[in-house]
């Protein structure tokens, strides 16, 4: 009795049969546990790659249809889990806007401050993982350094190191602590001391250069054609970014730049990021200077609990609390779109509301899934020893990839 074939890739269909296919992941280090890239080689040269991406499955957008509103904030922070806080803000803007409401000041700058110190520790794991990979450890460590300490002082504000859950409908979950602000200033003075070492080792190395530059190189239309956002669009030279072209939160009241790069290569995706860091702590400075008092969250009972205090002595409130945990918040029928510029680029959320507590539709164009369907472009033509360091340039996390 003749065996049914199994199913093979379109790649495995239209290889040609001279060359060796190569299967990198999912199960290896360098692919990060959720991507596999079979490689079509002819000797050492990658003539054709098919990335799959689906091999993390999460089920945010049908997990999102059946949770309120507020219960879906930790669902948003495993999506990149290396800039949590930015997954928050957006979704929250998203619901914030269908509801109608206008954040605080204080809220709207800490939440661009936030923004940015996340932003901060995305791009810092990103270069620290890339340049790992291709054998750089001591600047891998000095970077996961800074890293650390950055996750410390957001475990005091948040009491979590990596998925925060920080942020509610209508404000923050809580101000910051005292000296908190302090610490951030010391830890940006670390930043700067630590980030001089990075660039005196990687900038002008002949072994980084030999890896980087003129590797997996794009075009501004192959990477506009494959829908590529933030820093990798970027670094083909055209200055596209949500926080000056679509202003939000705090972003038009800043001072900042938008550092492009020049061909698009492996080497321009590192030093706009390394850019876009010292753009970060300029911002984050900017905003603790101008950072207002009062209230991080509206006086809204339609969103925001009451204080223990007024719960426990007054019966409206008790009524307003107990109405808000057991029925969630009511947010008008509507849909919207919103996005933000989130470290790997746009992360946007498409809400449809019935009316309900809960979603009816939700869906998140998130950056990496869309970095992953044009990867096999900057693969094609080069080495397979470049593999690694294209792939770790691209900051691929599985979270977002989720479908």
């Not at 945010?60 to 997954?87: G, Q, V």
């Not at 619901?95 to 810092?124: F, M, Q, W």
């Not at 949500?242 to 800043?254: G, H, M, S, T, V």
């Not at 321009?268 to 905003?287: A, H, K, L």
Request: aromatic share 10%; charged share 20%; hydrophobic share 35%.
């Amino acid at each position: 009795m003749e065996q049914a074939s199994p199913v093979r890739s379109y790649l495995e269909q239209t290889a040609n049969p001279n060359n060796v296919l190569v299967n990198i992941g999912p199960s290896h280090p360098a692919t990060h546990g959720t991507i596999q890239i079979i490689a079509e080689l002819e000797g050492e040269t990658v003539r054709s790659a098919d990335v799959h991406c689906g091999y993390l499955h999460r089920g945010f957008e049908k997990s999102a249809e059946h949770h309120p509103y507020h219960k879906i904030i930790p669902y948003t922070d495993r999506l990149n889990y290396c800039s949590s806080l930015n997954n928050n803000f957006a979704f929250a803007g998203a619901v914030e806007r269908l509801l109608g409401i206008e954040i605080t000041p204080r809220c709207k700058y800490l939440r661009t401050l936030l923004s940015e110190y996340n932003r901060l520790a995305d791009h810092v794991t990103c270069i620290a993982a890339t340049v790992m990979e291709m054998g750089a450890m001591t600047a891998f460590l000095y970077l996961m350094t800074i890293r650390d300490y950055i996750f410390e002082h957001l475990n005091h504000l948040t009491g979590a190191r990596l998925t925060y859950s920080y942020v509610r409908i209508g404000g923050l979950a809580r101000d910051l602590p005292e000296e908190w602000l302090k610490r951030l200033e010391e830890i940006l003075l670390f930043y700067e001391r630590y980030i001089e070492r990075i660039h005196g080792l990687l900038d002008r190395n002949r072994i980084f250069i030999d890896r980087t530059r003129d590797v997996g190189v794009m075009t501004q239309e192959q990477a506009l054609h494959w829908g590529f956002t933030g820093p990798i669009l970027r670094s083909t030279g055209l200055a596209c970014d949500l926080r000056k072209d679509i202003p939000y939160l705090a972003y038009p009241e800043l001072d900042f730049e938008v550092p492009v790069g020049i061909k698009g290569d492996n080497y321009d995706r590192y030093y706009v990021r390394m850019r876009e860091m010292d753009e970060s702590v300029s911002m984050i400075r900017q905003c603790m200077l101008r950072l207002p008092s009062g209230p991080v969250s509206v006086n809204d009972p339609r969103v925001t609990l009451p204080s223990k205090e007024q719960v426990y002595t007054r019966t409206e409130a008790l009524i307003n609390h107990f109405k808000l945990i057991i029925d969630g918040i009511q947010v008008p029928a509507g849909e919207i779109y919103l996005a933000h510029e989130a470290p790997n680029g746009e992360l946007g959320f498409y809400l449809v509301s019935d009316g309900s507590e809960r979603p009816y539709k939700l869906h998140v164009r998130s950056p990496s899934f869309a970095h992953m369907g044009g990867m096999h472009t900057l693969l094609e033509g080069y080495q397979v020893a470049d593999i690694i360091a294209t792939f770790g340039s691209m900051n691929m996390i599985g979270g977002e990839c989720d479908r």
